[in-house]
């Protein structure tokens, strides 16, 4: 028998050997992801910053801007070179991801769900047939995809999908309705998840892939929504939709598996987009603390300003280390699926608290669309509840915590 | 021809930066300040590696002259599509009194040695405004220049240059070799591309010295003192043309 102490150690100094290289990773990014990163900001800064406020204003795709970010290979960055991808880490897709919120949260989550949620899947659980088909178009920015799992009856619990599949000669025949589908007026396929058997609860449901438009497929209106109003998100209706049998992916019954893991893959991304939105607001409220005096002097002199700007710095930083060590336990392919939730908690609370003080820093300025500090607050919101709640978060942190002090 | 092209990169505060004079008014601020390659550079790096998939020409190299930091934007050179870069070491106080004279030696030696077709620079830096390394880089190694390029062509064995000049448009045509340098209009960097980002890694930089290509780095010359320019003083709101031109004559300006 081991004791618990002497096991933690050894774990510990496993951890410490293997992830030696990672953990230097974290103090200084290697020479590749440095300059990707500046390549991002750059990007976000010229192309994606100047046009937010009337992307978000008119509710407009950015459909060249996507198209552009294709180009440099943003649209599919895991992706592997000869199916049409980057072929570099999710250490790479965290620092893009960052930066391409920081100028433009919408674009960000376009971003997002077409690397980890639409490809990401595809590209874990497809046969090279379904890559080559379901991935490849979906990598230039011409083409985005989707990821329907989310029912109006179900978000956090989605063992309980009622969209059912049932098969028909050489046919899945897909019957149900989905919600708050983000892409979906834009994207050209979706991963859809439904129960080939009720019964058999979550183990019943098996992950679809479905062309967009296809006959049996509609969309339901666009969401008027608080914040990221460039992406559309509506309702997916499928209506006796039919595709052939070769469109499941994965194994059958293996939807709900397929979903949790693309999910945790996905929090990733979704933690990269919220650290985006924090560090813009931090940005807009240190920038208004030099410009902005009262009592004589800039009100960055003032300590209440000075406290919350330093409480912002240690929220988006912290959140940065957890979600760049998340991003490294993947690619060493480590469990990295309690870093991932902490990462998704912490960067969508930063994000929420950094938006609403900065806010306050600005003061009336903050509550205008003169400056962005209004549309970062709308835009934060939505990363404590899509891809898994704060809530559910919490659960899955606490699920691996408590298995890691079992024994 | 040996079909290789010489682009030369200068690394310089990012032209977003709000500049900021030191307190003992002897240079600007640059610890700690956002730097990157210069605007003009990058659309020389541009044209180059569109050159090469024009297949009009066969390699592309990024040169720099600076301290280690000069690597990082040889590095963007490189994810544009440079094929390699050569990294001219110069640091310390050679590097705060580096100028055109200095760095347009430094090319026209490199260009001799790297047998080169073509020299392309950017028509001048951010930092400094000199506009003189491409005219002089000519000058030393006696080659015809097109400098403010806004458009450039090969014609047979001629290099046909559409030049910004005051007066509108001027078209040259010049022997190769030749130094060219970018103005604006000539075209719109690409941003690099992420597998691009990765094959720069595998991309070599040599490392030389300016002793190396017997150039004397001393300069001819002496910055006294480096100033803010003056504080933009407010207007004054007048009601009528007659009120406007009686300021003007108060202000012996008419």
Redesign the interface.
């Known amino acids: 028998h081991e004791s618990l102490l002497a096991r933690r150690g050894r774990l510990a100094l496993g951890l410490c050997l293997s992830g030696c290289r990672g953990l230097s990773q974290l103090a200084e990014l290697p020479?590749?992801h440095?300059?990707?990163r500046?390549?991002c900001r750059?990007?976000a800064?010229r192309e994606l910053n100047p046009i937010a406020a009337k992307l978000d204003k008119e509710h407009v795709y950015p459909a060249k801007q996507i198209q552009?970010l294709g180009?440099?290979?943003?649209m599919a960055?895991e992706v592997p070179?000869e199916l049409g991808g980057?072929?570099?880490d999710y250490l790479?897709y965290s620092l893009?991801m960052e930066e391409i919120s920081r100028g433009c949260a919408s674009t960000g989550v376009v971003v997002s769900v077409n690397n980890s949620l639409y490809i990401g899947p595809v590209l874990k659980f497809g046969s090279e047939e379904q890559k080559r088909e379901w991935i490849t178009p979906f990598t230039t920015g011409e083409k985005v995809g989707c990821f329907a799992l989310s029912e109006p009856g179900n978000g956090s619990d989605a063992g309980a999908a009622s969209t059912t599949a049932r098969q028909d000669g050489d046919e899945w025949v897909l019957n149900g309705t989905k919600a708050w589908i983000t892409n979906s007026w834009d994207a050209s396929a979706t991963v859809v998840f439904a129960t080939t058997d009720k019964s058999l609860k979550h183990k019943g449901i098996s992950a679809f892939l479905v062309p967009m438009p296809h006959p049996g497929l509609s969309l339901g209106k666009k969401e008027d929504k608080l914040g990221i109003k460039a992406s559309s998100t509506a309702n997916i209706i499928l209506e006796d939709c039919r595709v052939p049998l070769g469109n499941m992916l994965g194994p059958r019954g293996a939807g709900f598996k397929i979903a949790m893991q693309t999910l945790d893959s996905g929090r990733i991304g979704i933690a990269a987009q919220a650290l985006g939105i924090a560090q813009a607001s931090l940005d807009c409220a240190a920038d208004y603390a030099h410009k902005r005096t009262a009592f004589g002097s800039p009100i960055g002199k003032l300590q209440a300003i000075q406290f919350k700007l330093a409480d912002m710095a240690v929220a988006v930083e912290s959140a940065r280390l957890l979600t760049w060590k998340a991003s490294l336990l993947r690619d060493a392919k480590k469990p990295f699926t309690k870093e991932a939730a902490m990462a998704k908690l912490a960067a969508s609370e930063a994000a929420t608290y950094c938006s609403h003080q900065a806010i306050q820093v600005l003061g009336g300025m903050g509550y205008v669309a003169d400056m962005p500090a209004e549309r970062h607050y709308r835009d934060a919101r939505i990363t404590e509840i899509y891809e898994g709640t704060s809530e559910i978060q919490r659960l899955v942190i606490a699920g691996q915590l408590l298995k890691e002090y079992q024994s | 021809m040996s079909g290789r092209v010489l682009v030369g990169v200068k690394r310089v505060i990012d032209y977003?930066v709000k500049i900021r004079v030191k307190p003992d008014n002897s240079s600007v601020v640059t610890d700690g300040v956002k730097h990157?390659m210069n605007p003009f550079c990058e659309i020389a790096v541009e044209e180059a590696v569109k050159l090469k998939e024009k297949k009009l020409i066969k390699e592309v190299v990024a040169v720099s002259c600076g301290p280690q930091q000069a690597q990082?934007t040889i590095?963007?050179a490189l994810?544009m599509g440079a094929d390699r870069g050569i990294h001219v070491e110069v640091t310390g106080k050679d590097y705060e009194t580096l100028g055109p004279l200095q760095v347009s030696k430094i090319m026209a030696a490199l260009a001799k040695k790297e047998d080169a077709q073509l020299v392309i620079l950017g028509k001048q830096a951010i930092d400094d405004d000199c506009n003189q390394t491409g005219q002089m880089t000519a000058a030393l190694l006696d080659w015809p220049q097109g400098t403010f390029a806004s458009e450039v062509s090969f014609d047979g064995d001629k290099i046909k240059v559409v030049r910004e000049i005051d007066g509108g448009l001027e078209t040259i045509k010049i022997k190769t070799p030749a130094v060219v340098t970018a103005d604006l209009r000539l075209n719109t960097p690409r941003?690099?591309?992420?597998?691009n980002?990765?094959k720069?890694?595998k991309k070599k930089i040599a490392n030389v010295k300016p002793a190396d290509l017997g150039v004397d780095l001393t300069s001819r010359l002496e910055v006294v003192r480096v100033d803010e320019p003056p504080q933009r003083q407010a207007g004054v709101k007048v009601e009528t043309v007659d009120d406007l031109v009686g300021k003007l004559k108060e202000a012996g300006t008419v």
């Open positions: 020479d590749t440095q300059l990707l500046q390549t750059d990007f800064d552009e180009a440099m290979g943003v960055i070179e980057a072929g570099m790479a893009a | 977003a990157s990082e590095r963007t994810a941003y690099a591309t992420l597998p980002i990765m720069a890694k």
